[in-house]
């Protein structure tokens, strides 16, 4: 995309609005262009077997299930969990909670109680007062514990393994479930060194995007054990979202992962670069996603794209900005600079 900018010189609109914007590469195109295929909806595409086995592999799990969207990961792997009229716990800007549209009420007939945390972490003390066992006719019962890691509202916030661990070992002593939203897990495995398998290890069941930082233009996979994957391939089917020929976006995924995850450290270097720039905290962008508070947010917003830079408002005096494949460390240092002067 081009600009004229207000200065009058022909220039590259900066796009920070989100990881979900990238384009595939033309190394992506190419191995989307070969890739073998067959229809997964009869189990018979070898691309799609490949991303799936390679998927559960990297967490630790014995299956996986590759599926249009992270909403679509989230409510078959939420579902998997907590039946109808049962809840799920989760910190209350969750993904899950806030912008899947109730899909987890509306499919589902999962309720769900929040906890608050401004950086989206566990609060484990909060989470044992919101517990509720089994008590027959008269409460809801708790039978799961999302977590969101990174957490994207919260800013990209990666969630301590400590945390996760302590979390883990409280959900297995009152005997519920853990899910784990891991659209952004990628994120969070690159920017503390904690092996995949071992964020696998601490959820029963995860949902990850191959759409967000990892730049493959559509995909999502859900993963965990084999029952509850081949139950999710029937309520994915049920829900429309038997998929044919897929071997095709599968193969961008499996390129994603061979070339597009090391570099994730350039993005998480970009954003502290940014939040330097406008006077965040760089030690509290943790990942490739940085919150600036500014009092008018919107204005801050139209002034940004107006000098060719595009950023999202995400309150009245929240501006967000969005790293990726996309922003290269030229863009960067543009945008850093622009910015700056908002
Ligand atoms: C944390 C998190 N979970 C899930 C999703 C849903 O992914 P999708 O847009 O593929 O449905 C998103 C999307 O941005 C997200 O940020």
Redesign the pocket.
């Given at each position: 995309m081009a600009r004229r900018s207000a200065r009058g010189s022909q220039d590259h609109v900066i796009d920070l609005r989100s990881d979900?914007l990238t384009k595939p590469t033309d190394e992506m195109r190419a191995v989307m262009a070969r890739a073998e295929v067959g229809d997964d909806v009869y189990g018979e595409d070898p691309t799609v077997a490949l991303l799936e086995e390679r998927v559960a592999g990297m967490f630790g799990h014995e299956a996986a299930l590759f599926m249009p969207?992270?909403?679509m990961a989230?409510v078959l792997a939420v579902r998997s969990l907590v039946a109808p009229g049962q809840e799920v716990l989760c910190e209350a800007s969750a993904?899950i909670a806030r912008a899947e549209l109730g899909a987890h009420g509306a499919y589902s007939g999962v309720t769900m109680r929040t906890w608050i945390h401004p950086r989206g972490q566990v609060d484990l003390p909060t989470v044992r007062t919101l517990f509720a066992p089994d008590m027959g006719p008269f409460f809801v019962r708790t039978t799961a514990i999302s977590v969101?890691n990174t957490h994207?509202f919260a800013g990209g916030a990666v969630l301590p393994i400590q945390d996760l661990r302590d979390l883990r070992e409280y959900a297995t002593g009152v005997g519920v479930a853990v899910h784990m939203?891991g659209?952004?897990i990628w994120n969070a495995h690159v920017a503390t060194g904690v092996p995949l398998a071992e964020y696998g290890a601490i959820a029963d069941v995860l949902a990850v995007?191959l759409?967000?930082g990892l730049g493959a233009p559509v995909g999502?996979l859900m993963v965990g054990s084999a029952d509850a994957i081949a139950e999710a391939r029937v309520w994915r089917k049920r829900m429309g979202g038997g998929m044919r020929q897929v071997g095709i976006l599968a193969a961008a995924g499996l390129h994603a992962l061979d070339h597009h995850l090391e570099r994730l450290a350039d993005d998480h270097a970009h954003a502290r670069l940014l939040a330097e720039a406008c006077g965040v905290d760089p030690v509290a962008v943790d990942t490739n996603i940085v919150v600036v508070q500014h009092a008018d947010a919107l204005g801050f917003v139209a002034a940004a794209r107006e000098a060719g830079v595009l950023v999202s408002a995400v309150g009245p005096t929240a501006v967000r900005l969005v790293t990726h494949l996309g922003v290269s460390r030229v863009d960067a240092e543009r945008a850093a600079s622009v910015l700056a002067t908002l």
């Open positions: 979900t969207t992270g909403s989230n993904h969101e994207n939203d659209a952004r995007c759409s967000k999502s």
